[in-house]
């Protein structure tokens, strides 16, 4: 544990552009970095047993280091690495802006996919392959903008802090849990933040796309179920199986519509979404809506009320064989301001029997659509499509900015990308076939660059 200034380690991979003897831009280098980043596999099981981040982390090292920055990687437990430098801004007296990304990725079966998730392939205008969205993308946009950046002398308006973590996919306790808790100093001065799932575009028609900027994100509770039940002979009656109790109770609960419950990010977005349809919206009927939505629908519905979806069950471990105990696992969300309706609620759907407990709980985030920074955000898309109207949203899922919140950080999702509106973004988290177009990574490092020169 604890840190140790990187001196390489990592390794470019024959890909990268800047083994090509020639100085490289922003954009002829990110599609390369993102290729190489995605080739290194930091899948993350949850468990600690997967292959970590470290050699992505030296990787990173690598490329800022080449570049004249003294990036430090920091590992929570074995293998578990973060990479994390400092750029001094022309003011270094004004307040430092964070840029995080994180660096694993959930597993992939390689069968599945129509291109091997870690061979990062550029296929169909694509770069295809685990963590294409979720999120060495970004991670690529920010190193190339910043080595462009540092190459030729353009130094940032104030400092900027670059953090690139472990086990966002796993709650971030390896990652931006351990900096945070133990390493509070490389933050100092940080107010604002930038970092995954927004400022991706939804095409309304040719002459208008909206940029999704988050400003908001569910929070969780992954919980486990548990009943006590009478063990016994499978052959004989059993009024008391712990199995038929819980089924009930996860059948409720995966069933059960939860109250529509609008909040402050979520009306603004439906009123920009109003205007940009020409229509009004009613977000207690939001069916007719969500189906003109495509892909981010997925995202959207979720964001209206609080969730909680069945994921696992276990019980048993033989036919003839009534167990005692039953579970299962439940991914739950809850809006901001509402977590203590979402607990009360789920009590009294899953009843008296089912024991629950928390195997990871972190709170919910939300924040207003103002300021320099977003006005940094809107004219920078501008800049670059002059279709562009930034809007605010709420995230259905989390991110690290849970652990920089408890720093004071005001925190945002800002990854800009350009996309084909037959593109099912939603669909690449986490999903089969995930890629990012190799347009969108480079329309992403034009609009970075713009954005560090306001921010």
Not at 259 to 267: E, F, I, L, Q, S
Request: glycine share 10%.
């Amino acid at each position: 544990m604890g840190a140790d200034p990187a001196t390489g380690g990592g390794s470019v991979s024959e890909s990268s552009s800047t083994t090509a003897g020639s100085v490289a831009t922003s954009e002829d280098e990110v599609v390369d970095i993102c290729r190489d980043l995605i080739r290194i596999d930091t899948s993350n099981y949850g468990n600690n047993e997967g292959p970590g981040e470290r050699a992505a982390a030296e990787y990173v090292a690598e490329q800022l280091a080449e570049v004249g920055l003294e990036p430090q990687i920091f590992e929570s437990l074995p293998g578990r690495a973060s990479t994390v430098a400092r750029i001094e801004g022309e003011d270094p007296s004004r307040p430092a802006l964070l840029i995080h990304g994180h660096t694993d990725v959930v597993p992939a079966n390689a069968d599945d996919w129509a291109h091997h998730p870690f061979s990062g392939e550029i296929a169909d205008g694509c770069v295809w392959g685990r963590g294409a969205v979720d999120m060495k993308d970004m991670d690529a946009m920010t190193l190339a903008v910043v080595r462009d950046r540092l190459r030729t002398g353009r130094r940032p308006p104030r400092d900027i802090v670059l953090a690139f973590l472990a086990d966002e996919e796993a709650g971030g306790v390896y990652g931006a849990r351990h900096l945070v808790d133990r390493h509070p100093g490389l933050f100092e001065g940080v107010t604002e933040a930038i970092g995954e799932v927004g400022g991706f575009s939804f095409t309304v028609n040719e002459n208008l796309r909206l940029y999704l900027i988050e400003t908001a994100q569910k929070g969780m509770h992954w919980m486990r179920l548990t009943v006590e039940g009478t063990a016994g002979h499978g052959s004989m009656t059993n009024t008391d199986n712990a199995i038929t109790e819980l089924c009930e109770a996860v059948a409720r609960l995966g069933r059960h519509k939860f109250p529509v419950r609008p909040t402050k990010t979520v009306r603004a977005f439906l009123d920009e979404l109003s205007d940009a349809l020409g229509t009004e919206l009613d977000p207690e009927d939001m069916a007719e809506t969500l189906a003109k939505l495509g892909g981010i629908a997925k995202i959207i519905g979720a964001t209206l009320q609080n969730t909680a979806a069945p994921t696992q069950l276990g019980a048993g471990y033989k036919v003839n064989v009534i167990p005692g105990q039953a579970t299962a696992h439940v991914d739950g969300r809850f809006l901001p301001g509402y977590e203590e309706e979402f607990l009360a609620d789920l009590d009294r759907i899953l009843g008296p029997k089912v024991k629950r407990t928390d195997d990871h709980a972190d709170k919910a985030l939300e924040t207003t659509f103002d300021g320099a920074l977003v006005e940094a955000m809107r004219s920078s898309l501008k800049a670059e499509d002059p279709a562009a109207r930034a809007v605010p949203y709420m995230l259905s899922g989390g991110t690290d900015a849970k652990h920089f919140d408890d720093l004071g950080i005001r925190c945002f999702g800002f990854a800009p990308l350009k996309l084909p509106p037959e593109l099912d973004f939603a669909g690449m988290f986490h999903g089969v076939d995930e890629r990012v177009p190799v347009d969108g990574l480079k329309f992403g490092v034009r609009v970075l660059d713009r954005f560090l020169d306001q921010c």
